[in-house]
């Protein structure tokens, strides 16, 4: 076996080991090439096993290209900019400019304008200082003053040495007599012309425009008698809400001064991004972007800005420690109001995205309310009115959304969708929470109603699972259209001493199913904590808005659990500041920060007014906006109503008579108990029995379930001996579910 060849591109100065291999039997082993260093056997050192796999190398070889030249080019399409701005791509924005521009010059104009009779005071002031200037300068050059130097040289009293020159003085004092003549007399006849003209023109022309050379004069001697140091003419302002330029310096001493020592790299060069500029950054080993996140008042301080315009970020596609750092251009606080996309026209569809609100870059940040729930929270002040305001609105623009709205503080805040409303309840008494809770009931029975409807239907109508769909939806007769129920302020109704249990309970069931069968659920809160906020909505709430909350358990209990362990904090938020913005959360890898738009009163109440225009042409009217009477969910039950018919004085009852006091009492529930298919009147006495057995039977079977027996009962004159109930069993059953019913 022979060794390889030493590589042609090794230089001289590289020693190698050739490998030690054993030569073939019958041959001699090959010289080595006179590059390969000898190795003395003493020199060698055995190692074992074990420290051989120490010595092992562990870390790749570097490469100095990583893909090849169609993966450099396709990552260079991948971000090319856009072949047609954004201002030509989008309508609104492209309107916003065209706006913007017009409004600018409009106001710069009518600015100038209405300072111009100053501007022309200053300048007239300046004339006499611009009127000698231009004699002056006249003078120079009717005198032909700039060839003095040349005349002193020529006669030998110049600055420079040497003697003079006669006959070039001479020429010269031939040439500058000749030419002060010609100026002194073109001066002349040009002053009288011009004295001649001016002289015609004032004398028959009108008065104004005489006056209007006069000052146009003084005007142009007025700019020739501006100094170096004076003031400008034209006053100009300066715009202090535009920020200084981004730098990397300025990141990194940030950085360093609330805390994060060490290297900080930068993944991407500082770039525009929107309104502002975007910075991302590697922060040094063992610092994570929550500490960051947490110090962000701290950040905005250490960089001398604004706090609303310094947003710090994760990026959690990379990893804990990379920082996304965006800084606006001009304060969003000091900036013009960003309107609502659905303020003056159009209509939502709530199978598919609603505008919500923007990011701090001023995008349009979408919400999809179908399939889900949501929660808001944050303290008072926050903002919370603004976000369910929008998501209220944009159901009311939704001709097939039935509003259930309950406005639980009392303030009406949300009294500009009443018109719109299916129900609609603002308060914060107990009768305002026993109407919350008889709506949770009723949004429970509505369930599964349309939970029975969807599961009758055939697989071809669901394709994807058991749920209400937008083809489903649209059939009227089926009346599986969404159904938004906004309980704001939720708290006063979870925490009231009656009906708060049951509410909390039953809303925990909604939560976990109704989504599916097209009924969206709304909470907010202003106490995001375990009594106002039941653990069994706040785990299983699906989209989560957070405002600013002052600590860990309240961001928690909107947010999820681990999200301000994970750098999702609200307290990092304002809220005289920055009110309506807080953390939109559709989970834990889909976090962003969001303002909501925010909607003044007077254009929710235009907006209900379209609204409600479009549901009167749709025909979807119904409920208090349609003018229907609302009834109370009935939660009596046959004991209840076994009480009501009883007579008094009465310990024992046969059944047979108890079902027809039912039916007397009640005929849409136990009328059909008391059906048969021969009339009463005409039936044999054994077809009487068999149907008193009938209705008995059928009010023990339903009895059963409460623990109540029926047996045998005697009453002389009445029948002798029936099936029947006796009232200490039926008191019994009436005190246990009482019982029950405080106990939930």
């Known amino acids: 076996m022979s060794h390889p060849e030493p ?67 396709r990552a260079l399409l991948d971000t090319a900019p856009a072949l047609v701005p954004s201002y030509l791509r989008d309508k609104q924005e492209f309107a916003e400019n065209a706006r913007f521009i017009v409004e600018y010059y409009a106001r710069i104009s009518a600015y100038r304008a209405t300072r111009s009779p100053i501007y022309l005071l200053k300048l007239m002031s300046r004339s006499p200082r611009g009127a000698g200037r231009a004699v002056a300068v006249w003078g120079q050059w009717a005198f032909d003053t700039e060839a003095r130097e040349l005349r002193k040289a020529a006669a030998g009293r110049g600055e420079t040495t040497g003697r003079g020159s006669t006959a070039e003085y001479m020429m010269l004092s031939r040439q500058h007599t000749a030419r002060v003549r010609a100026r002194l007399l073109s001066s002349l006849v040009v002053a009288l012309g011009v004295t001649t003209v001016g002289a015609v023109a004032l004398a028959s022309a009108p008065a104004w425009a005489s006056m209007s050379g006069i000052i146009a004069m003084l005007a142009l001697f007025g700019a020739a008698g501006r100094k170096a140091d004076s003031k400008p003419i034209i006053d100009r302002w300066t715009s202090p809400h535009i920020q200084r330029e981004l730098t990397s310096t300025e990141v990194v001493a940030a950085l360093e001064a609330i805390g994060v020592k060490g290297r900080v790299d930068f993944v991407n060069p500082i770039q525009t991004d929107g309104p502002g500029w975007r910075a991302e950054v590697d922060l040094p080993p063992g610092y994570l972007t929550e500490k960051v996140l947490e110090e962000r008042a701290k950040l905005a301080g250490a960089m001398r800005r604004p706090l609303t315009t310094v947003w710090p970020e994760s990026d959690s596609e990379a990893h804990p420690g990379r920082l996304v750092l965006w800084v606006a251009k001009k304060d969003p606080a000091k900036a013009k109001r960003r309107l609502w996309p659905l303020m003056t026209d159009g209509q939502t569809d709530l199978f598919a995205d609603i505008p919500f609100g923007f990011d701090p870059r001023g995008r349009v940040i979408p919400l999809n309310l179908m399939y889900t729930n949501l929660l808001m929270g944050g303290v008072p002040g926050s903002g919370k009115t603004s976000g369910v305001m929008v998501v209220a609105l944009a159901g009311a623009l939704d001709p097939t959304c039935e509003m259930w709205v309950y ?64 083809h489903l939806a649209k059939n009227r007769k089926l009346g599986l259209h969404p159904l938004l129920a906004i309980f704001d302020e939720a ?12 509410a909390a309970e039953i809303a925990g069931r909604l939560v976990r199913k109704a989504r599916a069968y097209g009924i969206i659920l709304v909470v907010t809160t202003q106490r995001p904590d375990a009594k106002s906020l039941p653990k069994v909505i706040s785990d299983n709430v699906s989209t989560r808005f957070c405002l600013a909350v002052v600590g860990q358990q309240a961001n928690d209990m909107v947010l999820g659990t681990s999200m301000y362990k994970n750098g999702v904090r609200a307290t990092m938020f304002d809220p005289k500041k920055e009110p309506g913005t807080g953390w939109l959360v559709k989970s834990s890898h889909d976090t962003q920060i969001v303002k909501a738009a925010f909607i003044e009163q007077a254009e929710a109440i235009d907006i209900s007014k379209r609204a409600l225009a479009l549901r009167t042409a749709a025909g979807t009217l119904s409920g208090e906006a349609a003018g229907e009477s609302i009834a109370a969910e009935d939660t009596t039950t046959l004991l209840d109503h076994l009480a009501a018919v009883w007579p008094a004085g009465e310990d024992t009852m046969h059944s047979v008579r108890l079902v027809q006091a039912l039916a007397s009492y009640r005929p849409d529930t136990y009328g059909p108990w008391t059906e048969s298919e021969v009339p009463v009147g005409e039936m044999s006495r054994e077809e009487q029995r068999a149907h008193e057995t009938r209705m008995a039977t059928t009010l023990s079977n339903a009895l059963a379930p409460f623990g109540v027996h029926t047996g045998q009962v005697t009453k002389r004159g009445d029948g002798g001996s029936r099936k029947g109930v006796k009232r200490v069993d039926l008191d019994a059953a009436l005190a246990r579910s009482g019982a029950l019913t405080e106990g939930a």
């Open 7 to 73: 590589r042609s591109d090794r230089t001289d100065s590289e020693n190698v080991v050739a490998f030690p291999t054993r030569p073939a039997i019958g041959t001699e082993p090959e010289p080595k090439p006179s590059t390969i260093e000898r190795v003395d056997p003493a020199d060698v050192e055995v190692l074992d096993m074990e420290d051989t796999a120490a010595a092992r190398p562990v870390d790749a070889l570097p490469t100095t290209r990583v893909g090849g030249w169609m993966d450099d080019r």
């Open 407 to 470: 406005e639980m503080k009392g303030s009406g805040d949300l009294d500009a969708l009443q018109p719109v409303c299916h129900r609609y309840v603002s308060g914060d008494d107990d009768e305002h929470c026993a109407s919350g809770l008889d709506a949770l009931r009723k949004l429970e029975k509505e369930l599964k109603r349309r939970k029975k409807i969807i599961a009758g239907l055939p697989s071809d109508q669901v394709p994807k699972g058991r749920k209400v769909y937008p």
């Open 491 to 502: 708290h006063t109704l979870f925490e009231h001493e009656e009906y708060g249990k049951e």
